[in-house]
């Protein structure tokens, strides 16, 4: 028996933790390493190296990422690659797009007839994944952004009397979990944000603008938090992009700060977080690596077990509980932020920060 696993979009702080539990399960089973995403898997680049312990316990990701407009000709190529190799199942650790794309994969491999079972490990810093509670590489991400988030406001508060408006940036693309995460302050009440701006809320600049403005009335300094997937329109950021080929540079807060600088006549600073958001090392969240090592370790079982399930992605529930889901059921399909977490302010966000409190484990 032979398997193969790639990785497929970016790293996240805990994704080699998920490489680190399949390798546990698979213990001495032949397993081909398709290192560089998708383009790995198209030109056939596999490969019998293994990664080292140490290399299992740092951010990045030793099997590399990438993405690609995948073509039919890709999938043939692929099915026929993995075949040549003597490759019987396939893991795949993404996200939603990455779920689509092996669900291809198992479809091209049934209509060529060979034998290909599959099964798909989560992971993303957005948290934008159908049928789990949170992605693997979320809570970390979570995590970094309520500590960061919160020391800039403390700067913020010291820098005041020549910066009256800070809004930060973070990641998430169409989906506001992470902006959400950023608003979090449980660990230091005094220094909340005062607006978070998701995807999920309709967006008017005018009504952002007045809200600043009545937070400067009232404290005289405002603190905002802004998902890059915000009026992208402003921006002309690729947040709904299939495949995610084109990279998102950020800017909506800076076009922000611009706007009220413009209009309110107070300094105004754009901070955009970028990728550290998604590679800190320092603030891993502890439930974050054990579940990503869980989900690895369950999905490689499933595939050398020949009885084990196949066409699915390895699910989560708050209880800890794993499931498999559908492939169909998750694959380039987006979890927004539910309604009853739509709020642009922080003190309506109660429930929020109780769910998310014991994933981000902050003192």
């Known amino acids: 028996m032979t398997i193969a696993i790639a990785q497929t979009g970016a790293p996240t702080a805990v994704v080699n933790r998920s490489l680190a539990g399949f390798m546990r399960a698979v213990g001495e089973t032949s397993v081909l390493f398709a290192r560089g995403g998708p383009d790995a898997l198209v030109d056939g680049r596999l490969t019998t190296e293994r990664p080292a312990d140490a290399d299992l316990q740092r951010t990045g990701s030793w099997l590399r990422g990438g993405r690609r407009a995948v073509t039919s000709d890709d999938l ?38 060979t034998n290909l079972r599959v099964v798909g490990i989560p992971k993303t810093i957005d948290n934008d994944i159908e049928r789990i509670d949170h992605s693997p590489g979320f809570p970390s991400a979570a995590r970094y952004l309520a500590a960061t988030a919160t020391d800039m406001a403390r700067d913020h508060e ?55 403005d009545r937070t400067l009335a009232a404290q005289g300094r405002a603190f905002v938090i802004v998902s890059e997937g915000v009026a992208p329109e402003l921006t002309r950021q690729p947040v709904k992009a299939q495949n995610h080929t084109r990279l998102i540079q950020g800017g909506i807060a800076r076009v922000l ?84 977490w739509r709020s642009s302010e922080p003190g309506d966000l109660r429930s929020f920060y109780d769910w998310l409190s014991p994933l981000v484990a902050l003192p």
Not at 178 to 193: C, K, N, Q, T, V
């Open 76 to 113: 043939d190529a692929i099915v026929e690659n993995l075949d040549s190799a003597g490759v019987t199942a396939l893991a795949l650790i993404g996200g939603n797009g990455t779920m689509a794309f092996l669900d291809a994969i198992s479809t091209r491999a049934r209509q060529r007839n």
């Open 158 to 212: 010291a820098m005041v009397s020549v910066e009256k408006v800070r809004i930060v940036e973070v990641m998430g693309r169409d989906t506001g979990w992470l902006a959400l995460a950023a608003s979090f302050h449980d660990h230091d009440p005094e220094y909340a944000a005062d607006l978070v701006l998701t995807p999920e809320i309709p967006f008017d600049l005018d009504a952002t603008l007045a809200e600043i």
């Open 257 to 340: 700060a611009q706007a009220a600088s413009d209009t309110l006549d107070v300094t105004a600073r754009g901070e955009v977080l970028g990728t550290a958001q998604r590679c800190n090392s320092a603030l891993i969240s502890p439930v974050d690596a054990r579940e990503a090592q869980q989900l690895g370790e369950l999905a490689g079982g499933w595939l050398v077990d020949a009885q084990g399930p196949t066409d699915v992605m390895v699910g989560l529930a708050r209880s800890g509980e794993t499931a498999a889901i559908p492939l169909v059921e998750v694959g380039g399909r987006v979890r927004s932020v539910p309604e009853k």
